[in-house]
């Protein structure tokens, strides 16, 4: 199973940028994805989730009315749309997949089977 993220990049305050994460060599259809971020000397944390079907969604609060979550099962891809972006989101990004969680969206890394090789993202002021 590989999860290929992309789209990370160098982007002013308050631009926006789209993630992109697919998924080979597994159907992820059935499975809650979540997006991740961590900084610099900072722990891993959850961002954003979507259930398999795309009707639970869940952020953190940092987020929230800024970034949207969105997959297409088709392409077995997960999206994360990111708009004003603040220097405080400067983080690798990374996707994961929650293939036991069933239609729950769960938050904690240990909860997620696979993981992608992440992103950079890098908001300058």
């Known amino acids: 199973v590989q999860l290929q993220a992309s789209g990370g990049g160098l982007v002013q305050a308050g631009g926006s940028l789209r993630l992109s994460c697919a998924c080979s060599?597994?159907?992820?259809?059935?499975?809650?994805m979540g997006w991740f971020r961590q900084a610099p000397g900072k722990e891993r944390e959850f961002v954003t989730g979507?259930?398999?079907?795309?009707?639970?969604?869940y952020y953190v609060d940092s987020v929230k009315g800024r970034f949207s979550i969105s997959r297409d099962n088709a392409k077995n891809t997960v999206y994360l749309q990111m708009n004003s972006l603040k220097p405080e989101d400067t983080a690798v990004y990374y996707c994961?997949?929650?293939?036991?969680?069933?239609?729950?969206?769960?938050?904690?890394?240990?909860?997620?089977?696979?993981w992608g090789q992440g992103t950079k993202v890098t908001v300058s002021s």
């Open positions: 994961a997949v929650d293939r036991y969680g069933g239609v729950a969206v769960r938050t904690a890394p240990g909860s997620y089977e696979f």
């Open positions: 979507i259930s398999w079907s795309g009707a639970d969604i």
């Open positions: 060599g597994l159907a992820v259809s059935m499975y809650a």
